[in-house]
Nanobody, 114 residues
């Protein structure tokens, strides 16, 4: 069973940056579209970015121009570079295939606050 482990979250001031990582237990990135989603308290989980096996990326309008998704197939790791963070980016961030098919990891908390 594939395990996903997210890391890299934290507390950051508005305008700051964070880089999230998602490590997988198997070689899944080269054959799956992978994405980052987030869930804020009281809200539904929201897909914010995905990258296809061919390297095509797509972003939600709310993060376009600020977030960059990438992957390193050799390290079985997915990344999300987040710049110019805003308070509304505060959420728990998760990675998974798109459409979702792996067991969810524990996520990583991102808090944007002054």
């Amino acid at each position: 069973q594939v395990q996903l482990v997210e890391s890299g979250g934290g507390l950051v001031q508005p305008g700051g940056s964070l880089r999230l990582s998602c490590a997988a237990s198997g070689n899944i990135f080269s054959i799956n579209t992978m994405g980052w989603c987030r869930q804020a308290p009281g809200k539904q989980r929201e897909l914010v970015a995905f990258i296809t096996s061919g390297g095509i990326t797509n972003y939600a309008d709310s993060v376009k121009g600020r977030f960059t998704i990438s992957r390193d197939n050799s390290r079985n790791t997915l990344y999300l570079q987040m710049n110019n963070l805003r308070p509304e980016d505060t959420a728990v961030y998760y990675c998974n295939a798109v459409p979702y098919k792996f067991k969810w990891g524990q996520g990583t908390q991102v808090t944007v606050s002054s």
